[in-house]
């Protein structure tokens, strides 16, 4: 993504009005007034909000030519990389 969708989506991400962290374990607080306006989440929050917001995308000749056998031998971050 772009930096200005990455900007829009880190200042949303954890606020009332936002959406939750995908990878988040820090507890919702129960006040607005409790909630950082700018950073309410740490460095792997924003890892997995630009591993989601992606807009990479894989097709149907991907996966005819990778077996899920050679797949299964990647982590993550590999397959995140991965696209046509």
Sequence with gaps: MDAGRGMKALLAL?????YDCPGCAWP??????E????????E??????????TTKKL?????ANNSVAELSHLNDYEIGKKEE
Excluded at 59 to 63: I, S, V
């Design 35 to 42: 909630r950082s306006s700018i950073a309410e989440y740490c």
């Design 14 to 18: 954890n606020q009332t009005d936002g």
């Design 28 to 33: 919702d607080p129960d006040e607005e007034k």
């Design 44 to 53: 792997n929050g924003a890892k997995a909000i630009a591993e989601e917001a």
């Design 59 to 63: 097709t149907a000749d991907f996966f």
